[in-house]
């Protein structure tokens, strides 16, 4: 395995369309298409798939966070660009690569933050609802606009969007394309948090470092697995599984350092084996 210091170079170097950068376990994710209202075109597509199937793979990454240069998170994607690449299967992604929408391919095991200002429309919304925290700064102004470019959300949202908000709460939005702020995002349970404008990285960028560091990762992934067994499938089948999860868990190296750490009054080193 390389040294902390190249993994952070090959990073920084290889992408075009994002700035993707190591700080201790948390791989940072900057969407750098400013100019452009961050729209996704093919090419940031493709990094952001790549970079997120780099983080699921690398173990001695623990969290990652997407957020985005400029004044918007992102208006979704760039259709006049992918317009004619749509059906060309660019979304369809094999089983080992990470799909940003968590629709097909790879799923993720590994924690996953979001932070959003200014414009999150369309796709960028449909991130939001694949990740396990979002913190939104309160200038943020939300659209699932899809159904005005003669379009339906394709990214997860027909289901994920109604799961979360309720049938009554989704429709009003995803039938209209109508925006909506901040606190009406918080209060459909879109966001985890709001925050002053300008404020969200340092936010979720605290929870991240939090995750990484005070947080067992062979937990951290058996509790994802759990969730979204319940959310995803159903109720009953997650319930008959908990247990299922602990013999591993009470026989790994990060249980006896967990107990150790609370006999020694320390905060605990966990290996993530």
Request: charged letters at 20%.
């Given at each position: 395995?390389?040294?902390?210091?190249?993994?952070?170079?090959?990073?920084?170097?290889?992408?075009?369309r994002l700035n993707v950068?190591?700080?201790?376990?948390?791989?940072?994710?900057?969407?750098?298409?400013?100019?452009?209202?961050?729209?996704?075109?093919?090419?940031?597509?493709?990094?952001?798939?790549?970079?997120?199937?780099?983080?699921?793979?690398?173990?001695?990454?623990?969290?990652?966070?997407?957020?985005?240069?400029?004044?918007?998170?992102?208006?979704?994607?760039?259709?006049?660009?992918?317009?004619?690449?749509?059906?060309?299967?660019?979304?369809?992604?094999?089983?080992?690569?990470?799909?940003?929408?968590?629709?097909?391919?790879?799923?993720?095991?590994?924690?996953?933050?979001?932070?959003v200002q200014g414009l999150?429309?369309?796709?960028?919304?449909?991130?939001?609802?694949?990740?396990?925290?979002?913190?939104?700064?309160?200038?943020?102004?939300?659209?699932?606009?899809?159904?005005?470019?003669?379009?339906?959300?394709?990214?997860?949202?027909?289901?994920?969007?109604?799961?979360?908000?309720?049938?009554?709460?989704?429709?009003?939005?995803?039938?209209?394309?109508?925006?909506?702020?901040?606190?009406?995002?918080?209060?459909?349970?879109?966001?985890?948090?709001?925050?002053?404008?300008?404020?969200?990285?340092?936010?979720?960028?605290?929870?991240?470092?939090?995750?990484?560091?005070?947080?067992?990762?062979?937990?951290?992934?058996?509790?994802?697995?759990?969730?979204?067994?319940?959310?995803?499938?159903?109720?009953?089948?997650?319930?008959?599984?908990?247990?299922?999860?602990?013999?591993?868990?009470?026989?790994?190296?990060?249980?006896?350092?967990?107990?150790?750490?609370?006999?020694?009054?320390?905060?605990?080193?966990?290996?993530?084996?």
């Amino acid at each position: 395995m390389t040294s902390n210091n190249q993994d952070k170079a090959s990073f920084q170097t290889d992408y075009v369309r994002l700035n993707v950068e190591q700080k201790d376990s948390v791989l940072l994710i900057e969407l750098n298409r400013p100019e452009k209202y961050n729209a996704f075109d093919s090419l940031m597509i493709q990094e952001l798939s790549k970079a997120l199937t780099e983080y699921e793979q690398r173990d001695e990454l623990r969290c990652a966070l997407l957020y985005a240069r400029g004044e918007n998170f992102t208006t979704g994607l760039d259709l006049i660009e992918l317009q004619d690449k749509v059906l060309s299967g660019i979304f369809d992604y094999p089983n080992d690569c990470i799909d940003p929408w968590g629709v097909s391919g790879m799923q993720r095991t590994k924690p996953y933050v979001v932070a959003v200002q200014g414009l999150c429309f369309t796709a960028g919304i449909e991130l939001m609802l694949n990740a396990d925290i979002v913190i939104a700064s309160d200038d943020s102004r939300f659209a699932q606009m899809e159904v005005q470019r003669g379009l339906m959300p394709f990214g997860g949202a027909t289901i994920r969007f109604v799961q979360t908000a309720g049938w009554q709460k989704a429709m009003p939005y995803l039938l209209t394309g109508d925006r909506f702020d901040a606190a009406t995002a918080d209060a459909m349970g879109l966001v985890s948090q709001v925050v002053p404008k300008g404020e969200q990285f340092a936010a979720a960028l605290k929870i991240a470092t939090q995750i990484s560091s005070h947080s067992a990762p062979l937990a951290v992934k058996r509790l994802l697995q759990s969730a979204k067994q319940g959310t995803e499938q159903d109720p009953k089948t997650a319930f008959a599984n908990v247990l299922g999860y602990l013999p591993d868990l009470f026989l790994s190296q990060d249980f006896a350092e967990g107990v150790a750490s609370l006999r020694e009054k320390r905060p605990a080193q966990f290996q993530g084996k």
